[in-house]
C-alpha cells in the first residue's frame, strides 16, 4: 500500500526533500546510468507527489507543474518514478493516475503533457497520452513529448 501526499517546495521538511533527491539520483543518474544536473532550479515551482510505502520510505515520486512553468499552454507532470522496491506492484499505475488526479485538482481539468522516456510510450498511452512532435534525445535518451487532452 502506498499512501500520497502532494506538497509546496516549501511545505517540504528537510528531510523529505533528502529524501526525494536521493531517490530521484538513485533512479535517474545510478540506476540509468544518466549524468545530468537534477537540481534544475525548477522544484521551487512545483508541486511535489510524495507516495510512502507501509514503513514510510519515499517509493514514489512525481513533480507537478501549473501552466506556464514549463510548458506554455500546458500543465506538465515530470520526474515520475518509483523505488526499485515496489517495481512490478502496480505502484507506477498508481502513481502515474494520483498524478493526474493532482494534476486537475491543482491546475483544473486542462490537457496535461510530459516529456517521456520513449520506450514508456504504450505505458503512458494506458493513461491517454499521445505523442505530439518528434522524438528527441534528452541527456542521451530517446524522449518523446506526450500530451493527455
Known amino acids: 500500500m502506498i499512501s500520497f501526499e502532494c506538497k509546496t517546495f516549501n ?3 528537510n528531510s523529505e526533500l533528502y529524501e526525494v533527491m536521493s531517490l530521484r539520483q538513485e ?7 544518466c549524468f545530468y544536473q537534477d537540481a534544475d532550479g525548477k522544484d521551487p515551482q512545483a508541486w ?3 507516495g510512502a510505502d507501509a ?3 519515499l517509493v514514489a515520486y ?3 507543474f501549473p501552466r506556464g512553468a514549463v510548458y506554455a499552454e500546458y500543465p ?3 520526474r515520475i518514478l518509483t523505488s526499485m522496491k515496489v517495481r512490478g506492484t502496480g ?3 498508481l502513481l502515474v493516475a494520483e498524478a493526474i488526479r493532482h494534476c486537475e ?3 483544473g481539468k486542462l490537457p496535461i503533457k510530459i516529456g517521456a522516456q520513449a520506450h514508456l510510450d504504450r505505458f503512458y498511452g494506458e493513461f491517454g497520452f499521445h505523442m505530439v512532435g518528434e522524438p528527441f534525445l534528452e541527456d542521451g535518451i530517446p524522449h518523446i513529448y506526450m500530451v493527455r487532452e
Open 48 to 50: 511535489h507527489l510524495l
Open 105 to 107: 485538482r491543482l491546475c
Open 27 to 33: 533512479v535517474f543518474v545510478v540506476e540509468q546510468k
Open 55 to 57: 514503513e514510510g520510505d
Open 91 to 93: 505502484a507506477g499505475r
Open 76 to 78: 506538465a507532470i515530470g
Open 11 to 13: 511545505e517540504l521538511a
Open 62 to 64: 512525481a513533480r507537478i
